[in-house]
C-alpha cells in the first residue's frame, strides 16, 4: 500500500476518533487517547540519532498513574516505527523520561513542568493539564464537547527538536507557535 494512502487512512481514523464522544461506552475518554498516542508516532518524526541501534525499541512512557490499563499495551503490540518496536512503559511520578520518546503525563501531574523541563531533546510530551503547552509541553489533550481533541505547540516540537508532519497539525484543535 503506498504510503501516502496508509498516511490518509490514519488521519482519517484519527479524525474519526476525535469525533467520538468522550463519554460514550465504547471507546471511552482513554482508549481514543491511546489511539492518539499510537498515531503520534506516525505522524512525527525523532532523528534517527536517538536510538541506539535499528533494532532499539520505541518507547511510550507513562508518567505517573496509568489510566489506560491494558488499553494502550493492546494497542501497541505488534506495531513499529520506522524498523523500531513500540514498547510502553510505566514510570513514577516525577521520573525523567529521558530514553523515552513519548511521555504521557495525566491530569493528576500538576507538576509537569519540572518533569518537561529535566526532559533530554526528542522526547515527544503529551499531557492533559490546561497549562501543559505553556509549561513546555508538545500535545495536550482537551475534551472539547465531549471530543478529545488536541492541541499542539510548535515552538515545543522545535525545542524537542522533533518534526511534526503538517497531516497530524492540519487535525489538531489548534496549534500555537509561540515559545
Given at each position: 500500500?503506498?504510503?501516502?494512502?496508509?498516511?490518509?487512512?490514519?488521519?482519517?481514523?484519527?479524525?474519526?476518533?476525535?469525533?467520538?464522544?468522550?463519554?460514550?461506552q465504547n471507546p471511552t475518554e482513554y482508549d481514543v487517547?491511546?489511539?492518539?498516542?499510537?498515531?503520534?508516532?506516525?505522524?512525527?518524526?525523532?532523528?534517527?540519532?536517538?536510538?541506539?541501534?535499528?533494532?532499539?525499541?520505541?518507547?511510550?512512557?507513562?508518567?505517573?498513574?496509568?489510566?489506560?490499563?491494558?488499553?494502550?499495551?493492546?494497542?501497541?503490540?505488534g506495531e513499529k516505527v520506522a524498523s523500531h518496536k513500540?514498547?510502553?512503559?510505566?514510570?513514577?511520578?516525577?521520573?525523567?523520561?529521558?530514553?523515552?520518546?513519548?511521555?504521557?503525563?495525566?491530569?493528576?501531574?500538576?507538576?509537569?513542568?519540572?518533569?518537561?523541563?529535566?526532559?533530554?531533546?526528542?522526547?515527544?510530551?503529551?499531557?492533559?493539564?490546561?497549562?501543559?503547552?505553556?509549561?513546555?509541553?508538545?500535545?495536550?489533550?482537551?475534551?472539547?464537547?465531549?471530543?478529545?481533541?488536541?492541541?499542539?505547540?510548535?515552538?515545543?516540537?522545535?525545542?524537542?527538536?522533533?518534526?511534526?508532519?503538517?497531516?497530524?497539525?492540519?487535525?489538531?484543535?489548534?496549534?500555537?507557535?509561540?515559545?
Open positions: 500500500m503506498p504510503m501516502v494512502t496508509r498516511l490518509l487512512q490514519i488521519v482519517a481514523a484519527c479524525m474519526m476518533l476525535a469525533g467520538a464522544p468522550a463519554n460514550a487517547k491511546a489511539a492518539f498516542l499510537l498515531n503520534f508516532t506516525k505522524f512525527v518524526e525523532w532523528p534517527e540519532s536517538v536510538f541506539e541501534s535499528p533494532s532499539a525499541p520505541f518507547r511510550i512512557c507513562i508518567v505517573g498513574e496509568d489510566p489506560f490499563g491494558e488499553t494502550l499495551d493492546k494497542m501497541v503490540e513500540l514498547v510502553v512503559d510505566r514510570l513514577k511520578r516525577g521520573s525523567s523520561a529521558g530514553g523515552c520518546e513519548v511521555a504521557f503525563y495525566t491530569k493528576a501531574d500538576r507538576n509537569a513542568a519540572q518533569s518537561i523541563a529535566r526532559e533530554a531533546p526528542h522526547v515527544l510530551t503529551v499531557g492533559e493539564t490546561d497549562e501543559f503547552l505553556h509549561e513546555g509541553g508538545v500535545i495536550r489533550f482537551v475534551l472539547d464537547h465531549n471530543r478529545v481533541r488536541f492541541d499542539v505547540s510548535q515552538a515545543a516540537a522545535r525545542k524537542a527538536e522533533l518534526k511534526v508532519s503538517s497531516k497530524l497539525l492540519n487535525v489538531a484543535r489548534r496549534v500555537e507557535d509561540e515559545p
